[in-house]
């Protein structure tokens, strides 16, 4: 579920807080098992598969989450091997039966002999369990996005060829059903795909690629997003956090490499054969969220045994004291989390060394570890290097429980699995090391959120909406505070019991917010929405009351906007705009002013088509038909035109508004082609446009040393409000028509006195084949009034 929640909290007052930890009656405290007691440890956390036609089956039940609730048998189920068991624990191998409708994914991967590249195949059984019907599917080809490259050819959906298309930077394939596939129905869609590997480390922490002989294959085959009641969860990923959100799925892959490698791979190896210089291993994973490979020629490994499960470490010659170490932290944390969770669901548990940018990765069945941390005598941020290890360790072996068995949505709420994962870990040095083994660790949670001042910034926020420094600080400093914060309301013995009670009745399913407070307040009778409104969504956003709780009084609503800006372009090849995405700001404070509710207005930054349609979304489902809605949108024209497909999309969306006042401003090059976007809507509207169809408009950079920073449209347009002087008609109001036509003026004299008196800016239009500053009347700005009467923003 998205929460595109983005404002600080309010200062509360140190009662406040005690007052919601007491939202249930604390319990007595369980004793956890422990060990000799040493010194607390420093922190250490990460920084932030031949196709066969379908079986008809019959429609799903909506289970109430917009996802069908698949109860039969069906294809996919019937493809699933029976090599997969080899790879689970007793306790766990009902799920090779049960997970109706999971998907199966057959792989064949041949790697070259110079690692540099890679040649796939792959069959994916794939089931509608949504309650409407499908009419494509989407794979992910992140290679694209991650310093390499990904192609696919020959697509085939049950034996009969197709044409895809791409979209997101080529990271987004829309695979096209000839039929669409109703509910509970299955599909097979077949693909060849080729990949070039990473040689520099890039985005997402340097974690594909090839890198001093180590071979990385991290997101390297495409892959099926999860699909839920927002659509299909395709998305340009942000550079911070991790980029994938899928469903758990069956997975038989088949690689074909170098004889010389030692290869590490989720699930476990089921065949080995080979051939001169090159082998083919067979490996059977899941149920399991991804598959991830690396290999290098000269690891070593050690094994122990905890319970049913082999822990393997390995590690490069001459790291042989550090897979040591790592093996001894992570059959500590297995041993740990067995016990308070359940049950590890795999036979084998693999910890890696590799190199990265990051300290650690958790994937399915496997815990990736920098290789710099393997060092006995080295230091990490000025700490010793095994003290650094145990806290990577445990962090990514808690993963298992929380993000691979119970998933999540890591890009929208990555709180529910980081957070959590960052007090979990604390759970494991208790069990170890006693108390103080517990508040070292939760001393490195209030130095994460000291970093940021100890700033009340919600921790239920999307990945993207942290401003630099702040996403590592609130989600994995200030989140696990809120669990332990919880932990105390609720009691730790009754919280103890939740958090069992959510894995077990979570597994592989899809965790959400929602589902993990209402679960809390099952076991401890209270209601909760206080506390979670003052940790995880923020004071100014509206948190459903709780069916154990009290009606809340809303305040009525007559004003609803969404403010969508993009500044960042690395993912698409633009340039950037710097600029601290001023223009929603100004046009939030401008309609605070005039009386909108704060909770009221969405703000979307770094939007991507999935996530403004979201937000029309939001407006349709909360707008009423009397209320005024307002969107603006302030990006690269070309963005708009190219990457999002504007004319395909936005005037659906926007007739589906139910507001007869609504309200659409673009900040734009070429601003008025995306506004005409929507003249053959038969409802009122009106519609701003920044500059006209065949002009360029302006936004102000900090280092271009202008006076305006941001769009100088929006600049001026939001500040018309505030002025007087606007109200051409003197009814008291400055309307959105009167704010545009001074807001059109006081930009065109600013383009010709101003930039285009910098020699360097004009000559940027002269390069286009353009001037401007020939043209009196430039820029225009275009109003389209369908709605015929003044529309006042002004709601005081």
Same mark, same amino acid.
Not at 756 to 771: D, K, N, T
């Given at each position: ?279 083919t291993l067979t490996f059977a994973a899941g149920p399991a969220r ?338 005024l809605v307002l969107v603006y949108v302030a990006a690269h024209g ?24 609504? #309200?659409?401003? *673009?900040?734009?090059?070429? /601003?008025?082609?995306?506004? $005409?976007?929507? !003249?053959? +809507?038969?409802? %009122? ?69 101003? #930039?285009?008196? *910098?020699?360097?800016?004009? /000559?940027?239009?002269?390069? $286009?084949?353009? !001037?401007? +500053?020939?043209? %009196? ?20």
């Amino acid at each position: 579920m998205s929460h595109s929640r983005r404002r600080r909290l309010a200062p509360v007052t140190i009662a406040l807080v005690i007052a919601l930890l007491a939202g249930c009656r604390p319990a007595p405290r369980i004793t956890p098992p422990r060990v000799e007691t040493k010194e607390p440890t420093a922190e250490a956390t990460i920084p932030a598969a031949e196709e066969q036609a379908p079986l008809s089956r019959t429609s799903a039940a909506d289970d109430g989450d917009g996802r069908g609730d698949v109860q039969s048998s069906s294809l996919c189920d019937a493809r699933r091997s029976e090599l997969l068991r080899a790879g689970l624990v007793r306790s766990a191998q009902d799920a090779l039966h049960g997970l109706p409708g999971a998907t199966v994914y057959d792989i064949d991967l041949k790697i070259a002999q110079d690692l540099g590249s890679l040649r796939g195949h792959q069959g994916v059984c794939y089931t509608n369990q949504e309650s409407e019907p499908l009419a494509e599917v989407v794979f992910r080809l992140f290679p694209n996005l991650l310093g390499g490259a990904a192609t696919v050819s020959e697509v085939q959906v049950d034996g009969e060829a197709v044409e895809p298309t791409l979209e997101l930077a080529d990271s987004a394939l829309w695979v096209p059903l000839a039929d669409q596939l109703q509910p509970g129905q299955s599909v097979v869609i077949g693909m060849d795909f080729q990949v070039d590997v990473a040689q520099e480390m890039a985005s997402s922490y340097g974690l594909f690629g090839l890198f001093d002989g180590v071979l990385s294959l991290h997101e390297v085959y495409p892959a099926i997003p999860v699909y839920d009641d927002e659509g299909w969860n395709v998305e340009l990923p942000p550079r911070r956090g991790d980029i994938t959100f899928y469903d758990a799925a069956f997975y038989t892959v088949q690689v074909t490499a170098p004889a010389r490698l030692v290869v590490v791979a989720s699930g476990v190896e089921v065949a080995r054969a080979e051939d001169n210089d090159r082998q083919t291993l067979t490996f059977a994973a899941g149920p399991a969220r991804g598959f991830y490979l690396t290999a290098g020629e000269e690891y070593v490994v050690v094994s122990e045994t905890v319970g049913e499960t082999t822990v393997n470490s390995y590690a490069l010659v001459g790291q042989e004291s550090g897979a040591d170490l790592a093996l001894q932290f992570a059959t500590s944390a297995l041993e740990s989390y067995n016990e308070r969770f359940g049950a590890y669901p795999y036979t084998e548990l693999d910890v890696v060394s590799t190199p990265m940018m990051a300290l650690g990765m958790e994937y399915p069945g496997i815990v990736a570890v920098t290789n710099d941390l393997y060092d006995p005598d080295g230091e990490i941020r000025g700490v010793p290097a095994p003290m650094m290890m145990e806290g990577t360790v445990s962090h990514e072996v808690a993963h298992q429980w929380f993000y691979n068995v119970v998933g999540n949505d890591q890009i929208d709420e990555p709180w529910l699995d980081e957070a959590l994962v960052q007090y979990v870990t604390g759970l494991y040095y208790l069990d170890t090391y006693g108390e103080p083994g517990y508040q070292g660790w939760r001393g490195s949670w209030v130095d994460r959120w000291n970093r940021v001042d100890q700033a009340e910034i919600p921790i239920g926020l999307p990945v993207r909406a942290y401003e630099d420094g702040a996403y590592g600080a609130i989600v994995y400093g200030r989140g696990p505070l809120f669990i332990e914060a919880l932990a105390k309301s609720m009691g730790q013995e009754t919280f103890d019991a939740f958090l069992r009670d959510y894995y077990q009745s979570h597994a592989w399913d899809i965790g959400t917010g929602e589902a993990f407070r209402t679960l809390a307040e099952q076991h401890c009778q209270s209601d909760l929405s206080s506390l979670f409104q003052h940790f995880v969504y923020g004071e100014s956003d509206a948190v459903g009351p709780s069916s154990l709780g009290s009606d809340t009084d809303i305040r009525d609503a007559t004003g609803w906007a969404v403010l969508a800006e993009k500044d960042d372009y690395n993912d698409v090849d633009m340039t950037d705009l710097p600029v601290d995405y001023v223009g929603i700001r100004q046009m939030r404070q401008m309609l605070q002013e005039a009386g909108w509710a704060p909770e009221q207005i969405r703000d979307v930054r770094e939007f991507d088509r999935r996530t403004l349609v979201q937000s029309l979304d939001w407006l349709e489902d909360n707008a009423a038909e009397d209320d005024l809605v307002l969107v603006y949108v302030a990006a690269h024209g070309r963005y708009l035109r190219d990457v999002l497909v504007w004319d395909v999309f936005f005037p659906d969306e926007w007739e589906q508004l139910p507001s007869q006042r609504r #309200v659409l401003v *673009v900040d734009a090059c070429q /601003a008025a082609n995306y506004t $005409g976007a929507v !003249a053959d +809507d038969s409802s %009122p509207y009106l519609a701003v446009a920044a500059v006209d169809g065949d002009e360029y408009g302006w936004s102000g950079l900090e280092e271009e040393g202008l006076p305006i920073i941001g769009g100088v449209f929006t600049h001026y347009f939001a500040a018309a409000f505030g002025d007087p002087e606007a109200d051409g008609d003197g009814d008291g109001c400055v309307s959105v028509q009167e704010a545009a036509l001074l807001a059109e003026e006081e930009q065109r004299t600013y383009m010709h006195e101003v #930039v285009f008196a *910098v020699p360097e800016f004009l /000559a940027m239009y002269q390069r $286009g084949e353009s !001037a401007p +500053d020939q043209d %009196p009347t430039f820029p225009d700005v275009i109003v389209d009034d369908a709605i015929g009467e003044p529309v006042c923003l002004d709601l005081n």
